[in-house]
Nanobody
Framework: QLQIVESGGGLVQPGGSLRLSCVGSGRTLSSFTIAWFRQVPGKNHEGGTCISKSDDKTWYADSVKGRFTISRDNAKGSVYLQMHNLPPEDPANYSC?????????????????WGQGTQVTVSS
């Protein structure tokens, strides 16, 4: 059974950058389409950033285009989210999620396995 573990969150100043990572255990993430979503407590997941199994397709929510880059290293079974120019905002949990590799979507409902997330706070 796939378990996902995220890392790299923390406190960053507005305008700063942060790089998040996620890895799988039980099964390698290289077998799945992978996404990163942001969630503020009490609200829905948002800001989907997704990458296909073979790394040939990526999808970005409008809110993160030009600022976030998703990438993967299938040899390491890892997926990364590089975030730049982070705006001041409420603390949020960034979760990594896996979907069937035939899924070509960044829709939350298509993702079946989720990590616990890593907390990101953008504040001065």
């Amino acid at each position: 059974q796939l378990q996902i573990v995220e890392s790299g969150g923390g406190l960053v100043q507005p305008g700063g950058s942060l790089r998040l990572s996620c890895v799988g255990s039980g099964r390698t993430l290289s077998s799945f389409t992978i996404a990163w979503f942001r969630q503020v407590p009490g609200k829905n997941h948002e800001g989907g950033t997704c990458i296909s199994k073979s790394d040939d397709k990526t999808w970005y929510a409008d809110s993160v285009k030009g600022r976030f880059t998703i990438s993967r290293d299938n040899a390491k079974g890892s997926v990364y989210l590089q975030m730049h120019n982070l705006p001041p905002e409420d603390p949020a949990n960034y979760s990594c999620a896996a979907a069937n590799p035939l899924q070509g979507s960044c829709a939350v409902a298509t993702y079946h396995s989720w990590g616990q997330g890593t907390q990101v706070t953008v504040s001065s």
